[in-house]
């Protein structure tokens, strides 16, 4: 079996456990009243020598509320945020864009040990499909969505960034947040959870962004040529934009 045939075959086992509809590709969609869950069954490890193969599990969520101050001008940025792929439903056309974070199967686990012991590799049969099928269902309902439903707090995501002034980087607590438009994001997520460091975050990230403007003007991409402008818009955008009353996002999912 091929890897194409093995990734059908995952499409397939996802709708089943998950029951929702598959309006692009091997992907599923939750939709909400701020967003969206886009999950995927992806291949990720296939040993031909034992005809085995190894499967994950991932959530990339969209919040719109996050994402709408900047994604308008993501061309601006040279940011491909939406794929140019055929969508199968015109709500997910309609409400697609840059994700705001992924979340993977070892957010459920202690160590990579006791993920590789729950969730191990199955055999290409229609036996192994079957209990790769049984495996992950049980997994999805016990552990997946509940650790899914912690992480939709706007206060935990924010503390994950913002904690502090300065942001080099990222680190094992943030892994899960989109690098794409970091330094925006967390000017949005600040301003939106009441973050009292919040002037002084858009001040470091503006500090950031004026540095593109020390560089020759023939050294700078369209990206850095443009993030100025894109930063002071945002920031002008955030400036009547209240704090929310409630942080925590509903995911209705059982």
């Excluded at 160590?111 to 229609?126: G, Q, T, V, Y």
């Excluded at 997946?144 to 502090?164: A, M, V």
């Excluded at 943030?174 to 002084?200: Q, S």
Aim: charged share 25%.
């Amino acid at each position: 079996m091929s890897d194409v045939q093995i990734e059908k075959k995952l499409g397939e086992v996802l709708i089943k456990i998950t029951n929702f509809p598959n309006d692009k590709m091997n992907y599923v969609y939750a939709y909400t009243n701020w967003g969206y869950v886009q999950f995927h069954l992806g291949l990720s490890r296939y040993s031909k020598h034992s005809d085995h193969f190894k499967v994950s599990l991932n959530a990339s969520v969209r919040i719109i509320e996050i994402e709408k101050y900047w994604d308008d001008m993501a061309s601006l940025l040279d940011f491909n945020t939406v794929p140019d792929v055929e969508y199968k439903s015109d709500r997910l056309k309609v409400l697609d864009g840059p994700e705001t974070f992924i979340m993977g199967p070892l957010s459920c686990f202690n160590s990579i040990d006791e993920l590789h012991e729950a969730l191990p590799m199955f055999k290409i049969s229609k036996e192994g499909f079957e209990n790769l099928e049984n495996t992950f269902k049980l997994f999805y309902h016990e552990k997946f969505i509940p650790k899914l439903k912690e992480t939709l707090d706007l206060k935990f995501l924010d503390s994950t960034i913002n904690s502090k002034v300065e942001y080099l980087g990222g680190n094992a607590s943030d892994y899960f947040l989109n690098i794409v438009a970091i330094l925006l994001r967390r000017m949005v997520l600040a301003k939106l959870t009441n973050n009292p460091l919040y002037e002084e975050i858009c001040e470091f990230n503006r500090g950031i962004v004026m540095k593109l403007n020390s560089m020759p003007l023939e050294n700078r991409n369209n990206y850095q040529k443009n993030f100025p402008e894109v930063f002071e818009k945002v920031y002008n955008r955030l400036k009547t934009v209240k704090p929310l009353e409630n942080y925590v996002l509903e995911l209705d999912i059982i």
